[in-house]
């Protein structure tokens, strides 16, 4: 089924293939209380704190085919977040929409640039080569960073600008940019005080 609306900006969705299952519920008002359970620890780690700096209260439960690769189970649980979080939004009335967010964590350092716009895109760069190649955890791969952001972006109609700007520890280099991420997501979905509008000359995102 698709994503649907429990109250106020309180979201749940459970999407099920031949290759993963994943529920997702997701208050954006939160205070960064999570519940992570994807069977790929490293993921659960970064989802975790993608909860817990963005103050966006998270509940995952996914499984899927692991013992073949992590892929689709990782990717699966990023594309039911996106819809959910789409869903949450509601018509964004209220909302700031940008957020910017330069986190550091340890010799890495990561820039996340966020506009809930409606027009889904995504720009990743900055990490450094053979990043994607990395195993960590066992289970995740460097690569996998770029797919979350992807389907996130798409399933949500957000606009994210995504820079590792330092960064040796392969950890480090995505910790750094889910943490980010967080922020300034945090930033975007709050509401702002000094206006109940949609933040659009259109009227509409």
Same mark, same amino acid.
């Given at each position: ?21 994943? =529920? ?13 359970s994807t069977g790929v620890p490293f993921y659960d780690h970064m989802l975790t ?42 018509? =964004? ?85 889910? =943490? ?21 000359? =259109?009227?509409?995102?």
């Amino acid at each position: 089924m698709g994503a649907e609306l429990i109250s106020g900006r309180i979201a749940r969705m459970e999407r099920v293939t031949s290759e993963s299952s994943v =529920k997702v519920r997701m208050d954006l008002d939160g205070t960064g209380t999570s519940n992570i359970s994807t069977g790929v620890p490293f993921y659960d780690h970064m989802l975790t704190a993608l909860s817990r700096h963005s103050l966006i209260d998270l509940d995952v439960e996914a499984s899927g085919d692991i013992h073949i690769d992590v892929h689709h189970t990782v990717e699966d649980t990023a594309i039911v977040l996106g819809e959910v979080l789409r869903v949450a939004l509601g018509d =964004k009335r209220g909302i700031r929409r940008f957020g910017n967010a330069t986190i550091p964590l340890d010799e890495a350092i990561a820039q996340a640039v966020v506009d809930v716009s409606g027009r889904p895109y995504l720009v990743h760069s900055g990490e450094p080569e053979g990043q994607q190649y990395h195993l960590i955890g066992g289970h995740f791969t460097g690569s996998m960073t770029r797919h979350v952001f992807e389907a996130i972006t798409y399933h949500s109609g957000i606009c994210l600008h995504m820079t590792l700007l330092g960064g040796r520890d392969p950890h480090h280099i995505v910790e750094a940019q889910f =943490k980010a991420f967080a922020r300034a997501l945090r930033e975007a979905v709050e509401s702002d005080p000094r206006t109940d509008e949609i933040p659009s000359t =259109k009227g509409a995102l």
